[in-house]
């Protein structure tokens, strides 16, 4: 039944979205300021929700691609975007949603995957690791709570590792302090920053 847009579109309309920080996430912040966007950077930002952090990425110098398929939610990250801001939101399955192969430095994720049942899990990694460029990177807040009696699914460091490490060379893991979450997540996040390997 999660899997359907229906739904999310129930509790976005009916504004129940524990799920979402109230505005960009710290450690977003800091991995921007350390990241600005070079010449022709792009993100990808799967299950975008109400777009908090679409502007952010436009100011840090990214071409911004989003997707949700919750027109609600879609809708309100539309409202949230500056005028002019290089942002194109679609309101798609992300799955479906004709997306550049291998066309983004970076892919977001924020309560994306946690949305999804874990027998999803295989086809993620691979659709996220196809759209990645050589080298680009896959980051974000990971929630890695429990997997049972989702959503959230949390992201744990077994199957879903071997999920990854298949397509994807580690980088970076950093715990995300409780305060910098919502109370849904709290304690339960992990900063994680991934890489699809230069292409020989």
């Not at 027109?71 to 990250?77: H, I, N």
């Not at 924020?110 to 691979?126: E, G, K």
């Not at 990645?132 to 890695?144: A, K, N, S």
Request: charged share 25%; net charge negative; proline share 10%.
């Amino acid at each position: 039944m999660h899997a359907e847009p229906e739904f999310w579109e129930e509790r976005y309309r009916a504004g129940q979205t524990p799920w979402e920080f109230p505005g960009v996430p710290p450690a977003l912040t800091r991995f921007l300021a350390r990241n600005p966007a070079r010449l022709g950077d792009t993100v990808l930002v799967p299950g975008c929700g109400s777009g908090q952090e679409l502007a952010a990425f436009a100011a840090a110098g990214y071409a911004v691609t989003a997707v949700d398929f919750s027109a609600t939610a879609v809708d309100r990250a539309r409202a949230r975007v500056p005028a002019g801001a290089a942002v194109a939101l679609h309101c798609a399955d992300f799955f479906t949603c004709p997306l550049a192969a291998a066309g983004y430095r970076l892919i977001y994720e924020r309560t994306f995957v946690c949305a999804l049942d874990p027998a999803r899990w295989a086809a993620v990694t691979a659709r996220i690791a196809s759209l990645l460029r050589p080298e680009g990177r896959w980051v974000g807040l990971f929630y890695e709570g429990p997997k049972e009696d989702g959503p959230p699914f949390g992201w744990d460091g077994g199957e879903a590792e071997e999920l990854l490490r298949a397509r994807l060379e580690p980088l970076l893991t950093l715990p995300v302090p409780p305060a910098e979450s919502p109370a849904l997540f709290a304690g339960r996040e992990w900063w994680r920053e991934w890489r699809r390997p230069a292409e020989a």
